[in-house]
């Protein structure tokens, strides 16, 4: 670029150089002109073979010069047509570092685009294939706190029956008088006593009796229930076959199954239909 400058600068001066020496060439053939015709107008005393002679070395110089005007007029215009050729090969190139820088620009601009598209579709698959993860994982968790509840309601009704089962020896009672601080061998003696009375041929005694008990806390206002575990079921069966006589006793007495809380609670249910 320096040197492209240097160049039409160093046409510039030569261009300029060239009509300052033609703009003189043309000055002084005026001059010699006029100062010859002011030698004519002084001199016209001398002969006319003189005359002739002078006219004519004056034509030849006058045709000198024209030539000389000519190839001076040829050379401004050939370096005029050079200076043009070369600012338009300057213009071009400049247009063409430009148009490659920003080239390279957009291809940099778009590499960086195409980068992120990878990278933002790399990212959505990952995204994707979490989100599958997280789904199975939720079905999975699903399925397996159906399965546990499942599995719990299952062990919880296991456990009932299990309870029930070992309470198939027992016998609920209510009715029988009640005192605080009764023992259970009081108690034991006062359900011989109260069912050996009201049920005819059971002789009851302590050796068909596991072990009975009063449940909860002892109150003036209402006895407590017992508890009877008999060591025959043969003599339980008597006992709960004879539960409707007891009911309608003047102090009835009330023989139930010794039922699971859960049991208990489905019989109440059903009793209330």
Same mark, same amino acid.
């Given at each position: ?22 703009? *003189? ?10 100062? =010859? ?13 003189? @005359? ?15 030539? /000389? ?8 215009? =050939? ?9 338009? @090969?300057?213009? #071009?190139?400049?247009? %063409? ?6 080239? /390279? !620009?957009?291809? $940099? ?15 959505? $698959? %990952? ?10 994982q939720k079905n999975e968790n699903e &399925? ?22 070992? &309470? ?9 008088? *009640?005192? +605080? ?7 034991? +003696? ?6 050996n009375k009201n049920i005819p041929d #059971? ?13 909860? /806390?002892?109150?003036? +206002?209402? *006895? &407590? ?7 025959? !079921? ?7 076959? =004879?539960?409707?006589?007891? !009911? ?8 139930? @199954? ?12 059903? !009793?209330?239909?």
């Amino acid at each position: 670029m320096d040197k492209d400058n240097s160049t039409i600068k160093g046409g510039d001066k030569r261009t300029r150089s060239v009509i300052s020496s033609v703009s *003189d060439a043309d000055t002084s053939v005026s001059e010699k002109k006029n100062i =010859k015709q002011k030698k004519k107008k002084q001199k016209n005393q001398q002969s006319d073979t003189q @005359d002739d002679s002078q006219d004519e070395q004056e034509i030849n110089i006058a045709s000198e010069i024209h030539s /000389i005007n000519q190839k001076l007029n040829n050379m401004l215009t =050939k370096d005029s047509s050079n200076l043009k050729e070369l600012i338009k @090969d300057v213009v #071009l190139q400049l247009k %063409e570092e430009m148009l490659g820088s920003l080239v /390279i !620009r957009i291809e $940099k601009v778009e590499s960086e685009l195409f980068d992120k598209e990878l990278e933002n579709g790399k990212l959505a $698959k %990952e995204i994707e294939t979490l989100g599958k993860s997280l789904n199975e994982q939720k079905n999975e968790n699903e &399925r397996l706190q159906k399965q546990i509840k499942t599995q719990s309601e299952n062990n919880e009704i296991k456990m009932n029956d299990l309870e029930q089962y070992s &309470r198939s020896s027992n016998i609920k009672i209510e009715g029988i008088s *009640d005192k +605080e601080n009764e023992n259970i061998n009081e108690t034991a +003696e006062k359900v011989i006593n109260a069912l050996n009375k009201n049920i005819p041929d #059971l002789n009851l005694t302590k050796n068909d009796i596991d072990i009975t008990h009063r449940i909860g /806390i002892f109150s003036k +206002e209402k *006895d &407590r229930s017992i508890v009877l575990k008999m060591v025959s !079921r043969m003599k339980r069966s008597c006992i709960m076959q =004879k539960a409707k006589h007891l !009911r309608k006793l003047n102090s009835p007495i009330y023989v139930n @199954d010794h039922l699971t809380k859960f049991n208990a609670h489905v019989f109440a249910c059903v !009793r209330k239909k």
